[in-house]
C-alpha cells in the first residue's frame, strides 16, 4: 500500500514539472513569434519618422501621398497634390511610409536607363 502511494505522489510532481515546462516553452514560442518581430518593426518605424526631413515624399495611413513642409516633435505638416494651398497639420504616427527625394530620383534614372 506505501508503494502505490509513494508512486502516485512521484508521478504528481513529474507531472506538474512537465507542465510548468510546457508553459515555459509555449511563453518562449509566443515571444520569439509574435512580440519581438512587433518590436522590431516598431523600432523600424520609430527610426523612419526621426530621419523624416523637410521634403521627402511621404504616404499616410489613409493612403494619401504628400511632401513634408515642415515637422514639429510630434506633428508635421504635409502638402498634398499641385495645389500649394493644400496643407495639412497632422500627427507623425500617421504617417507610414517615408522616401527620400534622392532615393526617388535614382529609382527614376535606373528605369529611364532600363528602357534605353
Known amino acids: 500500500m506505501f508503494l502505490a502511494d509513494a508512486t502516485s505522489v512521484e508521478a504528481g510532481a513529474m507531472s ?3 507542465l510548468i515546462m510546457w508553459i515555459v516553452i509555449m511563453f518562449g514560442m509566443m515571444y520569439f513569434l509574435m512580440i519581438r518581430p512587433q518590436k522590431k518593426e516598431q523600432k523600424k518605424l ?3 519618422l526621426n530621419d523624416m526631413e523637410v521634403g ?3 504616404v ?3 493612403g494619401f501621398y504628400g511632401i513634408v513642409i515642415d515637422i514639429t516633435d510630434d506633428d508635421v505638416i504635409v502638402e498634398f497634390g499641385n495645389n500649394k494651398n493644400c496643407r495639412i497639420p497632422m500627427r507623425k504616427t ?3 511610409e517615408v522616401e527620400k527625394p534622392e532615393l ?3 529609382e527614376v ?3 529611364e536607363k532600363s528602357k534605353k
Open 94 to 96: 500617421a504617417i507610414s
Open 104 to 106: 526617388a530620383r535614382a
Open 46 to 48: 520609430q527610426a523612419m
Open 109 to 111: 534614372e535606373k528605369t
Open 60 to 62: 499616410t495611413t489613409s
Open 16 to 18: 506538474g514539472g512537465m
Open 56 to 58: 521627402d515624399a511621404v
